[in-house]
């Protein structure tokens, strides 16, 4: 049998830890992908480990015993950070402040995470001023609401040799909608069109707000309202003195 198949070397892969860069294999790496929770203090059953300090610095490669006796020592706990690497590399921390910093910051991204989308708007080269005022509303509602909006302009025929028009038409509607959005991608010839992106000034989680505060700002005057039309009816039926 060729043994030449034994000579065969997984390819590597780098991980950053600190100021290391760690050399890992696809056996490796999947081998982390399984480990779902965070090993600490006693339960990382390893001989050794890279030990990083408290404020990231690095103290080198130790045996687990003398890693634990200097978290005990600080008041820290040893976390395993980087179990796919050889040897692990583990941090002095307070694995419990760090646990509730991070779902924090977790929750806080998914409270403000709002997904951009790309709308897109297309113009003829020969576009009247009634459709363009539409087409442009359109432009305006996207943008208002935190979208960003790809602009296309489609030539026909013979309007392909004037390019000069399309990137007319493309100006003229940045210039009217600047004030809600500015240019990210300028006018560029793609096949037969002509496009460009134009992306808001405020994100898609601040566009939300501003419409929820709006929502809420009529619904409050909606009910002031009502509530002034049931008070005139009341005083209109109450009966008078005779």
Known sequence: MNPQWLCVQAPLAFVSVGAFFIATTPFERKRSEHISETRIN???????????????????????????????????????????????????????????????????????????????????????????????????????????????????????????????????LAEDVSELGTVESSPRVDGRNMVMVIAPHKSKSDAKAEARKAANEAKGRTAEVKSRRDRAAAEKNAPTDA
């Open 42 to 172: 006693d339960r990382i059953r390893v001989p050794e480990v890279r030990l990083v300090g408290p404020n990231g610095e690095q103290v080198g490669i130790v045996a687990i015993r003398k890693a634990l006796d200097l978290a005990r020592e600080a008041d820290l706990d040893l976390v395993e950070v980087a179990p796919q690497a050889k040897p692990p590399v583990a941090k002095l921390m307070d694995y419990g402040k760090f646990k509730y910093e991070s779902a924090q910051k977790a929750r806080e991204a998914r409270k403000n995470q709002a997904n951009t989308a790309l709308k897109e708007i297309r113009f003829r080269l020969k576009i009247d001023e009634h459709d363009y005022e539409t087409k442009k509303g359109h432009v305006t509602r996207f943008l208002s609401a935190g979208d960003k909006v790809k602009v296309m302009i489609m030539f026909r025929g013979r309007e392909q040799s004037r390019p000069e028009m399309g990137i007319k038409l493309l100006n003229r």
